[in-house]
Every structure is written in structure tokens, then in C-alpha cells.
């Protein structure tokens, strides 16, 4: 059923109607929340088109594939404007467990669903998600996104590019995580970062930006107002 519904060129459909609705009216969206809601309405539109909205869970519960502030696979550190994966033994300064990370959005691959139960679905008890990850022969997720977004309501921060990192190396270590057989926790990662501001306005971001992307070997889409 993956192959039926949902490819790069699906993806990439999305990605250019969110931007080019970006550019069109950047003002519209006040806040970085805004862009995440009219992602989700154009991913779920193409999803309605492919008559892959509703997933059945295992044990018999509706539900959709596309989720906000889904949790990563793994604890990370993310203090600051840093990033790392920590295991199960790495503890905090004050002496717990690291907590785990979100994601902005997710697109759950269909046939994990529907071979799972919903505790597992949906990722938050830990202990459940981990206890199967190792039965499981399909990536979980099909597709992460993070959005980074900077208003024109005030000067980009000095640390915009850190804010970005971050971000990227959440999305780099998920596409490299694996399961216990091998198999790819996610097949497809995205970082969007928007400004109010024009290209010419922050070349030095678009530059940084662009260094940052040779540094990670990962695609950045950078989206700018006209």
C-alpha cells in the first residue's frame, strides 16, 4: 500500500504548495504554528486524494497518518541550541533519563498501523514502543518535518543558523536510525526554514544555510518572502 499512495514526487507536491503559498502572502502566517497547520491541510488533502486518510490500527482503532509532536525513537539531549541522541544508561546533570524529542510532523506508514496496536501507534509509552521495535518489519514513519519559522515582527536572531542545526541533526539521526533488524526507523526527512524577510534582506542566512546543508549532506528547503 505505501508505493500506491506516496512517493517523492507526492511529497515534493506538498512541499511546493506550501512554499508557494508562503511567498504569495508570507503575513498570513503569524506564527510557526500557522505553517504547521496549513502543511498538515495540504498533506492531508493529497492523502483524501489517495483515499489514504483513515488507518485501522490492529486491535480495531480509526486513525490518521498524519501527526503533530510525534515523538523520536530515541532520547536526545537538546539543551542550549545543541543536539544528541543519549541512551538509556547516559543520565542529565541532575541525574534522570534524557527525554525524548518531537517532531513537527509525521506521515505514519500505513502498514505499521495496521499491524500494530495503538499504544505502539502512537509512540508515547516508550516502554510499549521499544518492546516491539524488534518484531517490527516495515519503517515506522514515511516521512518527518520540521519547520523552522522567523517573522518579520523583529530582526532574524544572531543564532538563527544554531536554530536550524538543531533541528537538521534531529532530522539526520532519524534517518539514520535503525531498528533491530536493520530497518530504517524513516524512509524521508524534511527541514523547512521561512522568513518574513526577502533574499536580499538575509543573504547571510541563505549563505549559512547553504553551508550548513555541504556540512550535513542534507536538503534544506530555505524559503524566503518575494
Not at 7 to 34: G, V
Not at 179 to 187: Q, S, V, Y
Request: a neutral charge; hydrophobic letters at 35%; glycine letters at 6%.
Amino acid at each position: 500500500m505505501v508505493m500506491e499512495f506516496w512517493n517523492t514526487s507526492i511529497r515534493e507536491r506538498i512541499l511546493a504548495d506550501l512554499c508557494s503559498a508562503f511567498k504569495n502572502a508570507p503575513q498570513r502566517f503569524f506564527t510557526e504554528h500557522d505553517i504547521h497547520s496549513w502543511l498538515y491541510w495540504v498533506a492531508q488533502g493529497e492523502l483524501n486524494r489517495q483515499s489514504a486518510s483513515i488507518i485501522t490500527t490492529r486491535d480495531g482503532y480509526k486513525t490518521s497518518l498524519l501527526h503533530h509532536e510525534y515523538p523520536t525513537p530515541f532520547r536526545c539531549s537538546m539543551s542550549g541550541y545543541g543536539f544528541a541522541p543519549a541512551n538509556e544508561e547516559k543520565r542529565t546533570p541532575k541525574g534522570g533519563k534524557y527525554k525524548r524529542g518531537h517532531y513537527d510532523l509525521v506521515l505514519l506508514n500505513p502498514e505499521f498501523v495496521s499491524t500494530n496496536d495503538l499504544v505502539v501507534v502512537m509512540g508515547k509509552n516508550f516502554s510499549a514502543y521499544k518492546a516491539v521495535m524488534g518484531q517490527i518489519k516495515t519503517s515506522p514513519i514515511l516521512w518527518v518535518c520540521e519547520v523552522i519559522y522567523f517573522p518579520r515582527i523583529a530582526r532574524i536572531p544572531e543564532n538563527a543558523i544554531k536554530i536550524i542545526e538543531q533541528d537538521s541533526l534531529k532530522v539526520k539521526e532519524t534517518l539514520g536510525h535503525r531498528l533491530e533488524k536493520g530497518i530504517p526507523f524513516c524512509k524521508s526527512g524534511s527541514v523547512l526554514v521561512f522568513t518574513g524577510f526577502t533574499s536580499d534582506e538575509d543573504a547571510p542566512l541563505g549563505e549559512n544555510i547553504q553551508e550548513l546543508e555541504d556540512e550535513l549532506g542534507l536538503s534544506i528547503t530555505y524559503t524566503t518572502a518575494l
